[in-house]
Antibody, heavy 120, light 109 residues
């Protein structure tokens, strides 16, 4: 079964750091670009970051650029999101998602999400 | 990276059809064929319903269809069923990023 499982969320003070992980199974992880998408409580979806299949090209939303770093370890089939200088507005459920294939652009598999709460 | 504009809510009776619009710009919706739609039930992860404007992943009923004209994409749900009640989000590729729509609540009366 194709599956993504996020972990690493929790309560963190403003200005703090947190690293999220997303463990993939059931597919060849190294063959697909991966993404992070977040959803603040009661709000809509927001694309956060993406990384290509080799891990040597990454993109970020303006709202997190310079503070968040996406990375991946294909040997461990795991995606990461290092979040620094966290702000209250970063409070959200963070989902990892898989790109559907190398030709089309969409997120076909999603994890269950991990909650990040930034508060003092 | 402004969010794409969707109506806040739409509603219809079972068996009827609803269409959700998604308006962007020439830098996103109008500039690429990569528009996708996601269904999200409360407390659940989003589910891909349409990709590349009008393609359906396997397992998605053909009641769901997509289209695009200029800077506006649309999702149509025909033969509305109770389980279609959910939030729907459009998404578009925008060069080196992606942008989601504001979301639409579909209510089955």
């Amino acid at each position: 079964e194709v599956q993504l499982l996020e972990s690493g969320g929790g309560l963190i003070q403003p200005g703090g750091s947190l690293r999220l992980s997303c463990a993939a199974s059931g597919f060849t992880f190294s063959g697909f670009a991966m993404y992070w998408v977040r959803q603040a409580p009661g709000e809509g979806l927001e694309w956060v970051s993406g990384i290509n299949d080799r891990g040597d090209d990454a993109y970020y939303a303006d709202s997190v650029k310079g503070r968040f770093t996406i990375s991946r370890d294909n040997s461990k089939s795991t995606l990461y999101l290092q979040m620094n200088s966290l702000r209250a507005e970063d409070t959200a459920v963070y989902y990892c998602a898989k790109r559907i294939n190398s030709v089309n652009r969409a997120f076909d598999i999603w994890g269950q999400g991990t909650m990040v709460t930034v508060s003092s | 990276q402004s969010a794409l504009t969707q109506p806040r809510s739409v509603s219809a009776s079972p068996g009827q059809s609803v269409t959700i619009s998604c308006t962007g710009t020439s830098s996103d919706v109008g500039g690429y064929k990569y528009v996708s739609w996601y269904q999200q039930h409360p407390g659940k992860a989003p589910k891909l319903m349409i990709y590349d404007v009008n393609k359906r992943p396997s397992g998605v009923p053909d009641r769901f269809s997509g289209s695009k004209s200029g800077n506006t994409a649309s999702l149509t749900i025909s033969g509305l069923q109770a389980e279609d009640e959910a939030d729907y989000y459009c998404n578009s590729y925008a060069g080196t990023s992606y942008v989601f729509g504001t979301g639409t609540r579909v209510t089955v009366l």
